[in-house]
Each structure stands twice: as structure tokens, then as C-alpha cells.
């Protein structure tokens, strides 16, 4: 849960627990970003006013890399307000104040769907293989071993195929924290990840470095569901 509200979240903690949800509350966006997608949690409930990134800035980092559900709070009731949350990703929207009953219904619901609708991923570029549910790459079926951070990038990079994202949005989103001006993290995985593909790596597909604008996967992709 991530909610500014402490004495909200404190309440909802204690009533979700009474229907078997175990809660954990942070209060501000940035340590909403990191809890998300640390891939531990069923479901994400997210408010839209909250300090630091807001919640529709959460939501955005969310889904760069996570398909976690996420329920939105919000105390603006208005339509216009509830379209755009669900058209930036939202699984289901919620105006304040609202019955906890109401909540806990429609928490049911998005698990439901996730449950009867979530395949694993096995993305297939070129001669490389991702297994998404076993964490797992491969290169002419032979495994690449790779660290838990350049996994993760590697699949933001692939699932946003053709699209460049800055090294602060690949920080925050793959590895769950913000970078400083001179910190070159990111530029250091991805020459990992470009040496651990080998002689492959242009088959399998570039990962292009776009001139102050950050990194592209440029290959297509084939995605696969079991």
C-alpha cells in the first residue's frame, strides 16, 4: 500500500489482515517504486496525491517493468481523473472515502482476473531466449548467466523494444533507485550485458546507445505464452 495517510494505511492494514492479506505501508512514491518492483507482492494499492512522484508517476515507473495489479485511490471523484488513471495502467480505480468492504471486493476481482488471465513470458529475439517466470536467458539454447540487475534491464529494455529510455528511468525502474549525475551504473551493466551476449549479440538484437537520450533494444520481438 502506498498511501501518505498514515492512519489509513494503519486501518486498512489491520482490516485487510482480518480477510487474510498480509500489508505492507510505505508514504511517498519513490519507496512505493522500490516495494513494487521488488516482485514480492500480489497487488499494489496506490494513491494519487502523495509527496515526492505522485502516484500517476508511480503507476508509469510500475508498468516500465511490472504488470503487478495496481488499484488507485484517489480523493478526485471525477470521471476524466478515473479514465486517465486506467488508461496509464491501472487495474481498477477507487474515489475516496470509500467502504473498506468496497476495497477488499474489488482487491478479489483484480486478483481473480491476474489469476484466470497471466501467462508466463518467454520473450524470443533473434537466437536469445527470456524466460521471465524462471528468470532465466539463454543464446542458442545454451545459458547466459547474468545478475540479478542486468536481468532486470535486459527485460525493461526488451519489453520497451524501439523505445529509448533514459538511464534515470531504467535506474528507477530496473534497479529501484534514483542515480546521481556522475554515477555510471547503468552504462556499466549494459557493457556487461553487451560482453555476456558475445558474438551473438547483434542477432540476438543491439542494444543501441542513443546519444544523450539513453538506451533502445532495437530488435523486434516475439513474445510466446505457455
Given at each position: ?83 486517465a488513471g486506467l ?58 548467466a547474468l545478475t ?79
Amino acid at each position: 500500500m502506498v498511501d501518505d495517510d498514515v492512519e489509513l494505511c494503519s486501518s486498512l492494514k489491520q482490516l485487510l489482515g482480518m480477510d487474510g492479506f498480509s500489508v505492507t505501508a510505505v508514504h511517498d512514491g519513490d519507496s512505493g517504486v522500490r516495494h513494487a518492483l521488488k516482485g514480492v507482492y500480489e497487488l499494489v494499492i496506490l494513491d494519487v496525491m502523495l509527496p515526492g512522484a505522485d502516484g500517476r508517476k508511480v503507476l508509469r515507473r510500475i508498468r516500465l517493468t511490472s504488470q503487478v495489479p495496481v488499484i488507485m485511490l484517489t480523493a478526485r471523484g471525477d470521471e476524466a481523473d478515473r479514465i486517465a488513471g486506467l488508461e496509464r495502467g491501472a487495474d481498477d480505480y477507487l474515489p475516496k472515502p470509500f467502504n473498506p468492504r468496497e476495497l477488499v471486493a474489488r482487491m478479489r476481482a483484480v486478483l481473480r482476473r491476474k489469476s484466470d488471465s497471466t501467462p508466463q513470458e518467454i520473450f524470443e529475439i533473434g537466437n536469445l531466449q527470456m524466460d521471465c517466470s524462471q528468470r532465466r536467458v539463454a543464446v542458442d539454447g545454451s545459458d547466459v548467466a547474468l545478475t540479478g540487475a542486468e536481468f532486470d534491464i535486459l527485460l525493461l529494455l526488451v519489453r520497451s523494444a524501439g523505445k529509448v529510455l533514459s538511464r534515470e528511468e531504467i535506474a528507477e525502474a530496473a534497479l529501484g533507485r534514483p542515480i546521481g549525475f556522475l554515477d555510471r551504473s547503468i552504462d556499466n551493466h549494459i557493457s556487461n550485458l553487451r560482453k555476456k551476449l558475445g558474438a551473438h549479440a547483434s542477432e540476438a538484437g543491439r542494444i543501441r546507445n542513443v546519444r544523450g537520450a539513453g538506451y533502445v533494444y532495437t530488435s523486434e520481438i516475439a513474445k510466446e505464452r505457455k
